[in-house]
């Protein structure tokens, strides 16, 4: 059975980093074409991707985001890092990590974790 | 850059059929994901490239893509599948979600 469960700080100040961890359970990040990305959801709106990182490293960012983003992994911890940057009040969001199955065309995210709450105040 | 295009809300009877669609510069030609919400909980996979069902979700659901739209299909639509429905697809190595459709079961 696979698991994903976010953590980090509640709440933040403008302007501060936020890093969240994701910790997983039930596959390895060294399991060829297997994967982990990063999403949040602001009150009452929409998904939005952020960032995912695959077994061998590849990562990939949110065009909008990109500059603000780092994605990394700890396979011994079984953990996927996220940072960002520049945190706003705009960026108060419930973020969700989400475990991607390998497939040789097109990925996919499942399950997914339970989600954290940040907000940004000051 | 990239945007999927789904109705905000749709309503249907107990019993009926819903249809959910997600509209995209050829979609058809990307595979289309779907993802149920339902309050205060996490997104849940109900349909993978295109027409895969996982295992545990219910056979009522099932999945489209073709030209320009994908529609996600709820036979005998009931009371528990009432959630919000995300579709979501890749565009340049890019993840793109479309901004959700509220489903009422009423």
């Known amino acids: 059975q696979i698991t994903l469960k976010e953590s980090g700080p509640t709440l933040v100040k403008p302007t501060q980093t936020l890093t969240l961890t994701c910790s997983f359970s039930?596959?390895?990040?060294?399991?060829?074409?297997?994967?982990v990305g990063w999403f949040r959801q602001s009150p009452g709106k929409a998904l939005e991707w952020l960032a995912l990182?695959?077994?061998?490293?590849?990562?990939r960012y949110s065009p909008s985001l990109n500059s603000r983003l780092t994605i990394t992994k700890d396979t011994s911890k079984n953990q996927v890092v996220l940072t960002m940057t520049n945190m706003d009040p705009v960026d108060t969001a419930t973020y969700y990590c989400?475990?991607?199955?390998?497939?040789?065309?097109?990925?996919?995210?499942?399950?997914w974790g339970q989600g954290t709450l940040v907000t940004v105040s000051s | 850059s990239y945007e999927l295009t789904q109705p905000p809300s749709v309503s249907v009877s107990p019993g009926q059929t819903a249809n959910i669609t997600c509209s995209g510069d050829?979609?058809?030609?990307?595979?289309a994901y779907w993802y149920q919400q339902k309050p205060g909980q996490s997104p849940v996979l109900v349909i993978y490239q295109d027409n895969k069902r996982p295992s545990g979700i219910p056979e009522r659901f099932s999945g489209s893509n073709s030209g320009n739209t994908a529609t996600l299909t709820i036979s005998g639509t009931q009371t528990m599948d009432e959630a919000d429905y995300y579709c979501?697809?890749?565009?340049?190595?890019?993840?793109?979600f479309g901004g959700g459709t509220k489903l009422t079961v009423l």
């Open positions: 989400a475990h991607v199955p390998y497939s040789s065309t097109s990925n996919w995210f499942d399950p």
């Open positions: 990182i695959y077994w061998n490293d590849d990562n």
């Open positions: 039930g596959f390895s990040l060294t399991t060829r074409g297997v994967g």
């Open positions: 050829k979609l058809g030609d990307k595979y």
């Open positions: 979501q697809a890749w565009d340049s190595s890019t993840v793109v």
